[in-house]
């Protein structure tokens, strides 16, 4: 059974970083594709960034604008999400989500699409705020 386990987030001030992990267990972290999203307060969820199981392929969503680099360390199967600069605005509940590979599709705004994952992870709260 696939599984996900998200942890890292907490309370930062405005400016500060914290990095998000994602543990995965019951599949081969090569053959899936992970992606991070969040959701804030009356708002829809979003896609954050995607990396892909294979290949290094990554697409970030626009307002991440650099500052949240995803990385991956396939030896324990956890994905990394380092996000820097935070603002205000990325408060929201963070969800850790895994599909299995199609090929060139997390380099794309696919990779991004919340209907793309089947198996999601409990979520860690990320509170931005001074």
């Known amino acids: 059974q696939l599984q996900l386990v998200e942890s890292g987030g907490g309370l930062v001030q405005p400016g500060g970083s914290l990095r998000l992990s994602c543990a995965g267990s019951?599949?081969?972290?090569?053959?899936?594709?992970r992606g991070w999203f969040r959701q804030a307060p009356g708002k829809e969820r979003e896609g954050v960034p995607c990396?892909?199981?294979?290949?290094?392929?990554?697409k970030y969503a626009d307002f991440v604008k650099g500052r949240f680099p995803i990385s991956r360390d396939n030896a324990k199967n956890t994905v990394y999400l380092q996000m820097n600069s935070l603002n205000p605005e990325d408060t929201a509940v963070y969800y850790c989500?895994?599909?299995?590979?199609?090929?060139?599709?997390?380099?794309?705004?696919?990779?991004?699409?919340?209907?793309?994952?089947?198996?999601w992870g409990q979520g860690t709260q990320v509170t931005v705020s001074s």
């Open positions: 990396i892909s199981g294979g290949a290094s392929g990554t």
């Open positions: 019951g599949f081969t972290v090569g053959y899936y594709d």
């Open positions: 989500a895994t599909q299995r590979t199609i090929q060139g599709v997390c380099a794309t705004v696919r990779g991004l699409a919340v209907g793309r994952y089947s198996t």
